[in-house]
């Protein structure tokens, strides 16, 4: 069975930093797109950032050039890092695995960035 398990959400101050991490359990997870998405209160979950199992990135338009997202597959990991964080970035964030066309959620970690 499947797991993630996000980790690494926090208060923070506009213009910080933050990284996000996720470990996954189950699964192979190396051949396998992950990704970043999040949800603020009242708005429908958006991507924010995949990688693909060759390395391959997209990100949202709203966090090109301040999020990167990268993986470590001998730790199952994926990370979301986060810099000049914006009031509107604040949200629950939520990994996200896709395998065998079967999607996978974490419980999310929750973003919260004050002006």
């Known amino acids: 069975q499947v797991q993630l398990v996000e980790s690494g959400g926090a208060l923070v101050q506009a213009g910080g930093s933050l990284r996000l991490s996720c470990a996954a359990s189950?699964?192979?997870?190396?051949?396998?797109?992950v990704g970043w998405y999040r949800q603020a209160p009242g708005k429908q979950r958006e991507l924010v950032a995949l990688?693909?199992?060759?390395?391959?990135?997209n990100y949202a338009d709203s966090v090109k050039g301040r999020f990167t997202i990268s993986r470590d597959n001998a730790k199952k990991a994926v990370y979301l890092q986060m810099n000049s964080l914006k009031p509107d970035d604040t949200a629950v964030y939520y990994c996200?695995?896709?395998?065998?066309?079967?999607?996978?959620w974490g419980q999310g970690t929750q973003v919260t960035v004050s002006s």
């Open positions: 189950g699964s192979i997870f190396s051949i396998f797109t």
């Open positions: 996200n695995l896709n395998e065998w066309g079967n999607n996978y």
């Open positions: 990688i693909t199992s060759t390395g391959n990135t």
